[in-house]
């Protein structure tokens, strides 16, 4: 972040979510759920629209052989001191799972900050490899306990368009 400390975005709440959230001046506004979107918020936006153009298979590792070691594991392959294929189905998948999630994380952020177009975090489809439906909801009912309806609404209609499409 700006100030130095770290931010970190997560998938679901972290155990010091849930013990904050458990505090009584948390529970009234969605509990874990709230510490987390509030955590998450010092993550720095930029990084967001950075994060939409992420190739995995494009990375860095502090040395080349945990790279082809960490590429090839993503893909299937037994050999993982191959040299990996440039292109691949998984790392299509996890490229855009990873999008999703980076999207998801900053959702609130960007709201509060007028960004959601900027960034286009609406434009992003779900991986159809994750179950993503009751991620949709969750946020549904954290943004409406913390009274954001608007986001509220945004999240439950995205719920049930997935819901209803599987």
Request: one cysteine or more; glycine letters at 4%.
């Amino acid at each position: 972040t700006e100030t130095g400390s770290v931010a970190i975005l997560s998938s679901g709440t972290m155990v010091s979510d849930v013990d904050e959230g458990n505090l009584p001046h948390w529970q009234h506004c969605g509990g874990a759920v709230a510490v987390k979107a509030a955590r998450e918020k010092a993550f720095p936006l930029e990084l967001i629209a950075k994060g939409r153009e992420i190739l995995l298979e494009r990375g860095e590792a502090s040395k080349e052989v945990d790279r082809l070691r960490i590429l090839n594991a993503i893909i299937g392959s037994r050999d993982l001191q191959a040299p990996p294929p440039t292109q691949h189905v998984e790392f299509d998948s996890l490229n855009q799972a990873l999008r999703w999630r980076l999207a998801q994380a900053c959702w609130e952020q960007a709201y509060d900050a007028s960004k959601v177009d900027t960034l286009r975090l609406r434009d992003l489809q779900p991986p159809q490899t994750m179950s993503i439906a009751d991620d949709c909801a969750e946020l549904a009912r954290a943004f409406n306990d913390q009274a954001k309806y608007e986001l509220s609404m945004e999240f439950f209609e995205k719920s049930l368009e997935i819901r209803l499409k599987t």
